[in-house]
């Protein structure tokens, strides 16, 4: 099975995006913090070195311990998927 471009190693305590990775807390609460700072951080998008890119990143932050959060964020990746086919998905050809 092909492994997912963006994903929360929980061993290393990294958060893998495509390109880089980013440390994040091992303690839930500590992840529930920066998720919800990350998502704060994102609404105030119009200020200089924050920006809207930091609500998704929050959300996936979240969606690692929040299962409310990764039942809505699942339900919009389908929304998505059925409303743009013809966007590739990573990793295939």
Do not use: C, N, Q
């Not at 998720?35 to 951080?41: F, P, V």
């Not at 039942?71 to 966007?87: G, L, T």
Request: glycine share 12%.
């Amino acid at each position: 099975m092909a492994e997912r471009r963006y994903r929360i190693d929980a061993e290393r305590g990294r958060l893998v995006l495509p390109g880089f990775e980013i440390p994040f807390p091992r303690s839930r609460g500590g992840r529930i913090a920066a998720g919800s700072a990350l998502i704060g951080g994102g609404f105030l998008g119009f200020l200089p070195i924050l920006g809207f890119w930091m609500v998704p990143l929050g959300v996936l932050v979240l969606s690692h311990d929040l299962s409310f959060v990764r039942r809505r964020r699942r339900r919009i990746a389908i929304w998505w998927r059925k409303r743009h086919p013809e966007v590739k998905r990573a990793g295939t050809k």
